[in-house]
């Protein structure tokens, strides 16, 4: 029998039944839904809604189905058709009449939202760990890789040189920025509904802000239909996840780039890597592809659910069960992505004379040319084209700019002394760039310090 059942003169479908139910994934809410079960009986007592020796018992029950839960003595049902019905039926067939008055002053629609929160909350806490190993591992291969020079990149053209531990902050910055979008999800989903009723409250006086404060809430919500058809926090968290996989993927292509043959600038460590069931030579960057090819189904999870809600009428409607599986699966996707990563950056071997030698290709120091005829009272734009001029001529001598003779660079402008030789190496075109987000080492160990506080403070 449905926990509803007294208006039906039938038994449901068994085809609708199963369509209906959503115990086959809602079922690992069990412990956010006894939690919030906990508090709203002892708040029931505390109120004389119920009696106190009924609200211990309904607790002392509740807990014991948690530990029956955790320890594997008890299952779900499958055939009940979600977890809020499943704890209630087994409290019923533990206590009999008293188990009845577990859910006096609520509604399953505002019993997920809060459910749903407590879960997403959890999640925000854990994936925010996740998220600051990874910083902490970019960090520490910073320190290492001060004076590690490879070319930067525009267009995926080499533009002018940098260090590893530049390239690697920038990185840095972006889960930094990605950190603060969880702590903000995490402040509008700290916002506990229960109390809202099935969309207009209810008649019992319900000390809400008890049982939000029992919670760890910050709040309650002020308005009982927008309590349970807000689906917002699901949705911001999926955009957060999404910029995260966003980034990750950034990453993980570069990675993937790096460790091509044409780059050459890492080798993954066999432990992180896969090889070719025909080809004996491969060495695949696996991990990294996985994780850029993920991204997209993050993506779906966060353009399903906008999907989803885009014209639901207030308040709550069936269509929300499609909140959790979405949320569920990229919140698993997120987390199993970082958890891998720290690792894989922390064992992939730097190829140091690669890089350096990828950097002094390409005429990476050519805009330190123009900065040098700036310095000698060369306006920026004739500056600009006679190294332009500069770099068609070595192009067409097969020069660079370190070995082209100065003689020639006088042909093109009377400006240049031999002091230009020094001006373009590239570890001074690095140390010149030291202004603060710039490359060079003195900037880079500053940031480095002050994004180590960060951390250490988080």
């Not at 990750?248 to 890492?266: P, T, Y």
Request: aromatic share 8%; hydrophobic share 40%; with cysteine.
């Amino acid at each position: 029998m449905k926990l509803w059942g007294g208006r039906f003169s039938k038994p449901v479908d068994k085809l609708v039944n199963d369509f209906n139910a959503s115990i086959t994934f809602d079922k690992r809410l069990y412990k956010q839904d006894i939690k919030g079960s906990i508090a709203h009986v002892l708040m029931l007592g505390k109120q004389g809604i119920i009696t106190l020796d009924e609200a211990d018992l309904l607790k002392s029950t509740l807990e014991e189905i948690l530990k029956d839960f955790e320890s594997g003595e008890l299952e779900f049902d499958l055939e009940t058709e979600d977890i809020h019905s499943n704890i209630e039926k087994i409290v019923i067939s533990r206590i009999g009449e008293t188990g009845k008055k577990i859910h006096t002053g609520r509604s399953r629609n505002d019993q997920v939202a809060l459910d749903f929160r407590m879960y997403v909350k959890d999640e925000i806490d854990y994936i925010k760990a996740l998220v600051k190993n990874v910083m902490m591992q970019l960090l520490t291969q910073s320190k290492e890789h001060t004076d590690t020079i490879l070319p930067g990149y525009t267009h995926l053209q080499r533009a002018q040189p940098i260090t590893l531990a530049h390239h690697l902050m920038a990185y840095f910055e972006m889960f930094k920025r990605d950190y603060a979008r969880l702590e903000d999800v995490y402040k509008r989903t700290n916002i506990c509904p229960l109390g809202s009723g099935a969309l207009a409250a209810t008649v019992w006086d319900l000390d809400r802000y008890a049982t939000a404060e029992a919670l760890g809430f910050d709040d309650v919500t002020y308005n009982s239909l927008d309590g349970v058809s807000d689906r917002d926090f699901c949705i911001e968290l999926l955009g957060a996840l999404s910029i995260i996989m966003m980034h990750l993927s950034r990453f993980c292509e570069e990675l993937i780039l790096w460790s091509s043959l044409e780059f050459n600038f890492i080798e993954l460590d066999d432990a992180y890597s896969t090889g070719s069931s025909l080809m004996p030579q491969k060495k695949n960057p696996d991990v990294p592809e996985l994780i850029r090819g993920k991204t997209g189904r993050v993506y779906g999870s966060l353009i399903g659910l906008l999907t989803t809600m885009k014209s639901l009428p207030l308040a709550y409607n069936k269509d929300m069960q499609e909140d959790k599986e979405p949320v569920f699966d990229a919140a698993d996707t997120v987390k199993a992505c970082l958890e891998i990563l720290p690792s894989l950056i922390k064992t992939m071997k730097i190829k140091k004379e690669n890089m350096y030698k990828a950097a002094s290709g390409g005429f990476t120091n050519a805009t330190d040319v123009a900065d040098y005829l700036v310095g000698r009272g060369v306006a920026f734009r004739d500056a600009h084209e006679i190294v332009g001029k500069l770099v068609v001529h070595c192009i067409d001598v097969n020069e660079s700019l370190e070995s082209l003779a100065l003689s020639e660079y006088q042909n093109i402008s009377p400006v240049f002394e031999q002091g230009v030789y020094s001006a373009i190496s590239l570890e001074e075109c690095v140390s010149k760039r030291n202004v603060i987000g710039g490359p060079s080492k003195v900037m880079m160990e500053q940031v480095i310090a002050k994004r180590e506080q960060f951390l250490n403070e988080l």
